[in-house]
């Protein structure tokens, strides 16, 4: 009786050894880590990346929890993508580091891309990039296994234009034109005061030939900003280029473009007269102005008054270069 009463003593003390052992080799697989760790970074910043990712490896496998070193599992995944190169795609050892890089960047996003740690949740979310980046058609040409990646950066953070963005051009880039435009959309529902939104809507119907949805977001960005010079001059540029490029355009219809083009530089130089860059351009208008202009003394004093304009942005480049009126 007396053995069996000293039992649970007995495992007690066996199980506080063990639990003693198992916290000492928790400690040493931590310090080895850590300097494993503390190793590849340093290799890694002198672009050793075979070094660092063999350093990232062992500093993992030492302890593949330790939040001090979770950050390594991005650094390994760069590691092995700043090793591969697409001249040599096809190759067996080539292509195995493009891999390695992605099981990397995923194992990276899940474990950062929630982290409290402002820094880890950056990379988390770098690694998310990379990720959508090695399915681009330079490296694995995989733009199915990209989407949900994107969609996954979006639920991460909604306010991000940037995913939208991503997402957009990946449906652009497929064809998808319907939920592309809607992912742009959706960036203007989230941010709507962010400038990078209007412009990258734009842009997407610039390209898909819907001039008149084009400068409705031009607009729009410039009713957000309307001390801002810039955002006038910029819908100028879109009405010369187009009055400029498209030989389809009826005569009334080109020099429809070119009076609102110049009607928006003029904002903008209202707002900043010394603005060398409107001057040009309100230079190149009055220019398409005079090619359409059947009154010979007028074609003359719009020549004229474009060639002024030149010349005084020219003079203000000149009096930037040399640091005057900084």
């Known amino acids: 009786m ?36 503390k190793a590849a970074n340093q290799a890694y910043q002198q672009q050793d990346y075979k ?12 302890s593949p929890d330790d939040p001090n070193i ?12 700043n090793q591969y190169k697409p001249s040599k795609k096809g190759e067996a050892e080539n292509d ?21 740690n402002p820094d880890h949740k950056k990379l988390g979310k770098l690694a998310l ?3 959508v980046a090695a399915y681009g058609s330079d490296k694995l040409n995989d733009p199915g296994k990209a989407e ?15 995913n939208y963005f991503a997402l957009a051009n990946l449906y652009e880039q497929a064809g998808a034109y319907e939920p592309a435009e809607q992912m742009l959309l959706k960036a203007k529902e989230v941010r709507p005061s962010d400038s990078a939104v209007y ?17 409705d977001a031009l607009e729009q960005r410039a009713a957000k900003e309307p001390n801002n010079p810039e955002a006038y001059y910029t819908i100028s540029t879109f009405y010369w280029d187009k009055a400029f490029r498209d030989a389809r355009l009826r005569d009334a219809e080109k020099k429809d473009f070119v009076t609102k083009g110049i009607q928006a530089v003029d904002h903008a130089l209202q707002i900043k007269p010394d603005y060398a860059e409107a001057l040009v351009y309100k230079g190149l208008l009055l220019r398409l102005e005079a090619n359409m202009e059947k009154d010979r003394d007028r074609q003359q004093n719009l020549l004229k008054e474009a060639d002024k304009l030149r010349d005084k942005a020219n003079e203000l480049r000149k009096q930037k270069a040399a640091g005057i009126g900084d």
């Open 70 to 81: 979770l950050p390594a599992y991005f650094f390994l995944g760069n590691s092995f993508d």
């Open 199 to 215: 412009m990258t809507l734009a842009g997407y119907y610039n390209r898909q030939g819907q001039f008149d949805k084009t400068i």
């Open 51 to 62: 070094k660092s990712a063999q350093l990232y490896e062992e500093a993992i496998a030492a």
């Open 129 to 131: 990039e990379y990720l």
């Open 2 to 37: 007396r053995c069996l009463a000293g039992a649970p003593r007995i495992l007690a003390a066996m199980l506080a050894l063990v639990t003693m052992s198992a916290a000492g080799c928790a400690k040493v697989g931590m310090l080895k880590a850590m300097k494993a760790y």
């Open 96 to 116: 195995a580091y493009l891999q390695k890089a992605v099981d990397n960047y995923t194992k990276a996003a899940e474990k950062l891309a929630t982290s409290d």
């Open 148 to 162: 949900p990646v994107l969609q996954k950066m979006i639920q991460t953070d909604p306010s991000d234009p940037a």
